[in-house]
T-cell receptor, first 117, second 110 residues
């Protein structure tokens, strides 16, 4: 399977604990995005990387959230001191940059469903 | 600000045609995407419009009018497996981030 993969698929944790999620993008894609989706809503943008550089962060990304992409390949998203409001599906997507004649379609991974008790 | 509106739910009959509308007001526009999302699964890419007009892909077509801030997704010959949420998203900024609407849950009935 050469699509976007995410690990774990499900995570249950207690309030106050730290969690880390991993995303492996499609191998030739140099852009990687993180989104959060709650039930019945569309995904909301959190942050994105081009290669190893984190170029944009949403105001949704509080200081308890940190994301890395150390070698420009896989990425991790860490949430410290989790709160019940962090319960959501965390989606990762990857793409190539938009160029003339080429779409910049983002392809999504299966997501990590986080439940904070 | 970013605002994308689409109906919350729609119901249609197997074999019929359904049109899902999307209106948007965004600061910046690089293109408009439609994704399909089955419950508990990831969004999967359906279509992309950057110029005004109709893009056709098999049973699915998507239309864009940039001057009106309007798009629609047309699904023909509906099948039961088309029951899903359909997400309208606008790509903006140099990073091509996506702003999504809330999604339209389509129920296809026999």
């Amino acid at each position: 399977d050469t699509g976007v993969s995410q690990d774990p698929r499900h995570k249950i944790t207690k309030r106050g604990q730290n969690v880390t999620f991993r995303c492996d993008p499609i191998s030739e894609h140099n852009r990687l995005y993180w989104y959060r989706q709650t039930l019945g809503q569309g995904p909301e943008f959190l942050t994105y990387f081009q290669n190893e550089a984190q170029l944009e962060k949403s105001r949704l990304l509080s200081d308890r959230f940190s994301a890395e992409r150390p070698k420009g390949s896989f990425s991790t998203l860490e949430i410290q001191r989790t709160e019940q409001g962090d319960s959501a599906m965390y989606l990762c997507a990857s793409s190539l940059p938009r160029l003339a004649g080429r779409e910049d379609t983002q392809y999504f991974g299966p997501g990590t469903r986080l439940t904070v008790l | 600000g970013q605002n994308i509106d689409q109906p919350t739910e729609m119901t249609a009959t197997e074999g019929a045609i359904v049109q899902i509308n999307c209106t948007y007001q965004t600061s910046g526009f690089n293109g408009l995407f439609w994704y399909q999302q089955h419950a508990g699964e990831a969004p999967t890419f359906l279509s992309y419009n950057v110029l005004d007009g109709l893009e056709e892909k098999g049973r699915f077509s998507s239309f864009l009018s940039r001057s009106k801030g309007y798009s629609y997704l047309l699904l023909k010959e509906l099948q039961m497996k088309d029951s899903a949420s359909y997400l309208c998203a606008v790509s903006y900024n140099a990073g091509n981030m996506l702003t999504f609407g809330g999604g339209t849950r389509l129920m296809v009935k026999p």
